[in-house]
Nanobody
Framework: QVQLVESGGGLVQAGGSLRLSCVAS????????IGWSRQAPGKQRELVAA???????DYSDSVKGRFTISRDNAKNTVYLQMNSLQPEDTAVYYC?????????WGQGTQVTVYG
């Protein structure tokens, strides 16, 4: 089992930046990829960024060029640097980890962009 705890959400003005953190614990050696997904009110959850065990990354078209996913293996932490935030980025952001036997989710962190 993998446990995930997100932090770093908050209220930010349009054009601003936030950095989200996701700390993984438990069976971290089994993780093949970690992603950040988001869900806005009334909308489906969407995957916006992911990083695989080999370090390769993927981004959704909606955040490409503005968001950057990275990791610090020594700290078992994955980050999502979000720049040029827009009101449409407002959502609950969830960290999720995919292993060969499970798909784990964190509790989510709220990001609200105003203006």
């Amino acid at each position: 089992q993998v446990q995930l705890v997100e932090s770093g959400g908050g209220l930010v003005q349009a054009g601003g930046s936030l950095r989200l953190s996701c700390v993984a614990s438990g069976d971290t050696f089994s993780i093949n990829a970690i992603g950040w997904s988001r869900q806005a009110p009334g909308k489906q959850r969407e995957l916006v960024a992911a990083i695989r065990s080999d370090g390769s990354t993927d981004y959704s078209d909606s955040v490409k060029g503005r968001f950057t996913i990275s990791r610090d293996n020594a700290k078992n932490t994955v980050y999502l640097q979000m720049n040029s935030l827009q009101p449409e980025d407002t959502a609950v952001y969830y960290c999720n980890a995919l292993s060969s036997s499970s798909h784990s989710w964190g509790q989510g962190t709220q990001v609200t962009v105003y203006g």
